[in-house]
Every structure is written in C-alpha cells, then in structure tokens.
C-alpha cells in the first residue's frame, strides 16, 4: 500500500488547527502508520526542502518552517501521495479551492498550514528524513473492508 510524508506546519499547530487537518484525512480514510510532534533544525529543513535551495523564498521557508514544533505523520492507501495533495489543495492558498485544507484554512503561500510530499520517490526519500523503519507501524483496521473492495 502507497505512503506519504505529510506535516503540519508551525503555523497549523500554533492555530490549533492540527486536529482539523488530521480529522481530514482520517475521515477520508487514509491510515496513520506514524506520528510525532518535533522541531526541525535548520539543517533538517535544508534537506526537506534540498530543492528549493537557492530560490528567492527560501531563507523565510526556513526560517517559517523553524519557528515552532510541526506534527510529522506517514499516512498510507491507495494513491494517497496524490489523494493528499488534492485534499490540500495548491500551495498558494489564494489559489486553493475551498472544501482544500488550504483554501479552506489559510491565505498566504508563506503559511500555507500543511506540507505533503509531490510523488512517491519524494514520499519515500521524506519519510526516510523523519522517520526509522521502527517508527512506522503496519496494522490492521477493521474498517479496511469498508474502504477498499
Ligand atoms: P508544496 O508545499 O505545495 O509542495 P513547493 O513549491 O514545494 O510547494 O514549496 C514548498 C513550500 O515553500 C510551500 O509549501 C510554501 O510554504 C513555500 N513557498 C513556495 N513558494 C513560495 C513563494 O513564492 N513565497 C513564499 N513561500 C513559498
Ligand atoms: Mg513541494
């Protein structure tokens, strides 16, 4: 089953919001397989966001991204590195559709409430960052028969 490195950002969890966002995709149907509420380092954060090093928005990225504790999660299912996207919609959320995380929740692309990862090598190369193999936890659900035929 397909995971995904999904995160709530400083700002989500100083807004309260973290619950909110979780419900989202619980409700969905996508299963938490592991969680933590931890600070990233200025050097954590360079390695999350390797790809952006350089671009003009980058020093604020960081320094956003630093300012507070985050929520990090691995949440698996079917198609759920793409299925969580859309759920969080565009990453300005002046473009983000409502009924989206962040068009629903947020206004500015500087703190845009949620991070998920864009495809499924980056999920994997994401949880590897946050997460040891002994963190992340298959089980069973009895709602599973519910979900997927
Ligand atoms: P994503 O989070 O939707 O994958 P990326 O393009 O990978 O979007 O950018 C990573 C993060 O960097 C965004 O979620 C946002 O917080 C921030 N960001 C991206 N573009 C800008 C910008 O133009 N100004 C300020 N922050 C930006
Ligand atoms: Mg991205």
Partial sequence: MERTYVMVKPDGVQRNLTGEIIARYEKKGYKLVAMKLIRLTREIAEKHYAEHIGKGFFEGLVEY?????????????????????????????????????????????????????????????????????????????????????
């Fill in 65 to 149: 991204i630093t300012s507070g504790p985050v929520v990090a999660m691995v949440l698996e299912g079917k198609d759920v590195v793409a299925g969580v996207r859309a759920m969080n919609g565009a990453t300005n959320p002046a473009n983000a559709a409502p009924g989206t995380i962040r068009g629903d929740l947020a206004i500015e692309v500087g703190r845009n409430v949620v991070h998920a990862s864009d495809s499924v090598a980056s999920a994997e190369r994401e949880i590897a960052i946050y997460f040891g193999p002994e963190e992340l936890i298959s089980y069973e659900k009895n709602v599973d028969g519910w979900l997927y035929e």
